[in-house]
Each structure stands twice: as structure tokens, then as C-alpha cells.
């Protein structure tokens, strides 16, 4: 499993002029905790997750969540995939 580290420099004027803040994205660490042993799921949210990447379509990002993540166990995973989204656009 590899936890991605992305690292953002920011403007603080009121404690530093440059700092740094350190996002640690735990998804793959919950995609194992929340679709254990349902690997199928995994691979499916992933290929989402990549095709997103690609197209930057989000109409078909969550047309293919709804269909991906049923239960209401599996939808846990909503935010930290908008919270991820939220910074890939940021970044980019």
C-alpha cells in the first residue's frame, strides 16, 4: 500500500511568508478498510478514480460512484473522495 504525501506551499502573512502544509491521503487506507475483501469494488473506484483523472469529467465521476458504491458502507468513501477532488483541482 502507498500512502501519497502532497505537499502545498501557502502564503500566512500572519505567522510565516511561505509555509508548507503536508495533505496525507488516507483513501487508499480506507478503500482497504471500507471494501475489504471486496476486491471487484476496489478495482471498479479505481478505474473511476483514473478516468476522472484523465477526463476531468465529473458528471461521469459520479454517475460511475452511484453505480460503484452501494451501500451505505461502501458511500463512507464520498468524502474523502470529494475532499481529494477539492485538491486535484486546487493543484492543477
Known amino acids: ?39 471487484a469494488t476496489k478495482k471498479q473506484l479505481i478505474k473511476a478514480l483514473n478516468q476522472y483523472a484523465r477526463d476531468r469529467s465529473i458528471e461521469q465521476l459520479a454517475q460511475s460512484l452511484k453505480g460503484i458504491l452501494r451501500t451505505p458502507v461502501e458511500r463512507k468513501l464520498l468524502g474523502d473522495i470529494r475532499y481529494n477532488l477539492v485538491l486535484l483541482i486546487k493543484s492543477s
Open 1 to 39: 500500500m502507498q500512502i501519497s504525501f502532497i505537499i502545498y506551499p501557502i502564503k500566512n502573512e500572519s505567522c510565516f511568508n511561505k509555509s508548507l502544509i503536508i495533505v496525507i491521503d488516507l483513501l487508499p487506507l480506507k478503500m482497504n478498510y471500507y471494501l475489504a475483501g471486496n476486491e
